[in-house]
């Protein structure tokens, strides 16, 4: 638990004192358990659990659900999490949302980084980690927590999810292990690190944004865990970073070991190229790209263009592996959250790159035909780099170089623009037909038309909700959807009670549930709609979800 107390202050064990039964109630209730399965899982009658709920209430001095579970992080400690640390279970749904007088209490997807100082390190040695985890924390946008008996623990995701957390992750303890064998952290030598991924519960403001008053989540326990026993200057990794990993890092990220030297960090951000990937529904997008490389010395400037999940990381390294089928070279060049810390990433190599390397690439003399250049991500990159870019790519484009640049938005560049669209259903079910192949799993065809339904032709989700065994979204799929959900300024009280509800609902009724004017539940409506959130059922028929996947995430998410 980390944040500020409530009016009663921060709770310790000394000063509430509990039952068993109550330790136990309070402990799944920080899990996000509902009291059925708190009753399921005590093997105790409903009634019972409600009396026990009513007594721990009354000790811990709160009013309701959300005012115990902030402050039942810190009452438990280590304690607060039963569940096993790979991979940690996504909490269930809680039927009735929990609003707090300043903000909504809500689960999110993180990356925790947890760090350790090395066997027998000095008192000085750990508050200058200290210093340094809480500068490199604010550069990447991360919540630090120290912790007296060791470094910390980094919280990304936090503020803001995003989908590219685990990279700011990574390139976080990369910069931090480079201060360790080459600059003033040398007194750290054999820094060890714990890599996951799960869900917190947060406080967060109505319309977005944590609200800096209370974290809780048993992953930083899990991932605590992972530094049990682990050698000095190694990195474990949790089950969930692995599935991170392969999501938004590496495609080959199952030959990745749970175990690593911290100095072979940068090879995380590796990609391999040699390995044969399925394509679906992108054959236009295919063949403008492909007939550039296949026409020889005649340069071009490609963008390519996507929300996240679409697959245009996945048509870069198709490119890539074409060019070095047909005698060619080429660079992938892989931009980075935290331009602090390195702006871009050879994808062969993992080494960092800097952007006048980068114009370099674009600019110098070819040596082979076809010629390749990616930038991947190209929106990450800062405005003025990417004009920067843009225009060295004219250069390299007229000395016959194909340069592919993919990200959300490129910019006004010159060059073909490709924005790739959403798959049909038919294609949607030729790609999860394919995903023995891919990957040697076997999917149950009964399956497959709810998938496509819940996908909506985002390739992404159609893979995630095919690897679920539940059929709920995983943990990598939650992330990618609350990324872009906190990209508008969204009324969350309002998306909860949505979700909540029936499948449609008009704006008088949701005025009720909300306490509001009308004028303010429809202008919450509206941006709900502009952000393609929310749809308009029909005249007199109040508003819904566009689509289910939507629905079924916001309820997951909260409390």
Not at 159 to 183: I, K, N
Not at 308 to 328: E, N
Not at 377 to 405: C, K, M, P, Y
Not at 522 to 541: F, H, I, K, T
Request: aromatic share 4%; charged share 20%.
């Amino acid at each position: 638990m980390a944040g500020h107390g409530g009016q009663n202050g921060p709770v310790s064990r000394r000063t509430v004192p509990l039952t068993p039964r109550q330790r136990d109630i309070l402990r799944l209730l920080c899990e996000g358990k509902v009291n059925k399965e708190i009753a399921r899982e005590l093997d105790i009658g409903l009634g019972t659990v409600k009396q026990h709920m009513v007594a721990l209430f009354k000790r811990l001095q709160v009013r309701n659900r959300s005012m115990a579970v902030s402050q039942g992080m810190a009452l438990l400690g280590p304690d607060a999490s039963a569940a096993p640390p790979d991979p940690p279970d996504l909490p269930s749904r809680i039927q009735e949302p929990d609003f707090t007088e300043d903000g909504i209490l809500m689960r999110r997807s993180c990356i925790v980084l947890s760090l350790a100082p090395p066997t027998h390190a000095s008192s000085e040695a750990m508050a200058l980690l200290h210093r340094t985890l809480a500068g490199l924390a604010c550069d990447a946008g991360a919540l630090f927590i120290p912790r007296e008996e060791g470094a910390g623990d980094l919280l990304f995701g936090i503020r803001r999810s995003s989908e590219h957390d685990l990279l700011a992750a990574l390139q976080l303890a990369w910069t931090l292990q480079r201060e360790v064998t080459t600059g003033r952290l040398s007194v750290c030598q054999g820094l060890r690190a714990g890599l996951n991924a799960g869900m917190a519960i947060v406080s967060r403001e109505r319309r977005g944004g944590w609200s800096g008053e209370a974290v809780a989540t048993p992953v930083i326990v899990a991932t605590r865990r992972l530094l049990q026993g682990l050698g000095d200057g190694k990195l474990r990794l949790g089950a969930a970073a692995h599935d991170a990993l392969r999501v938004f890092g590496l495609e080959d990220s199952l030959s990745i070991p749970d175990t690593l030297p911290m100095d072979s960090i940068a090879h995380l951000f590796r990609v391999d190229f040699g390995k044969a990937r399925q394509m679906v529904g992108r054959e236009a997008e295919w063949r403008r790209i492909d007939a550039a490389l296949s026409t020889p010395d005649q340069g071009a400037v490609l963008r390519l263009e996507g929300e996240t999940g679409m697959g245009k990381s996945h048509l870069c390294r198709i490119a890539m592996q074409r060019c070095l089928a047909l005698g060619g070279c080429g660079r992938y060049l892989r931009a980075l959250p935290v331009a602090a810390f390195s702006p871009l990433r050879d994808a062969a190599t993992g080494e960092p790159i800097t952007t006048d390397e980068a114009v370099q690439a674009l600019i110098a003399p070819r040596t082979a035909t076809p010629d390749l250049l990616v930038i991947d991500d190209f929106h990450l990159l800062t405005s003025e780099v990417r004009f920067w870019l843009a225009e060295e790519a004219r250069r390299g484009a007229a000395q016959g170089r194909i340069i592919l640049l993919a990200g959300r938005r490129t910019g006004a560049i010159e060059g073909a623009t490709m924005t790739l669209p959403r798959l049909s259903s038919g294609e949607s079910n030729v790609l999860l037909a394919g995903l023995e192949s891919l990957e040697g799993s076997t999917l149950d065809a009964a399956r497959i038309p709810g998938i496509v339904q819940k996908a909506a032709g985002v390739p992404l989700f159609a893979l995630e909700l095919a690897r679920s065994a539940t059929g709920e979204p995983t943990l990598p799929l939650l992330m990618t959807i609350a990324s872009r959900l906190d990209g508008f300024n969204l009324d969350w009280k309002l998306l909860q009670t949505l979700a909540d509800g029936p499948a449609t609902m008009d704006i008088e009724a949701l005025g009720k549930v909300l306490g509001e004017a009308g004028d303010q539940v429809v202008n919450s409506v509206a941006a709900a709609v502009r952000a393609g959130v929310l749809m308009e059922a029909g005249p007199g028929q109040g508003v819904g979800f566009r689509h289910p996947l939507l629905r079924q995430v916001i309820a997951l998410l909260q409390i």
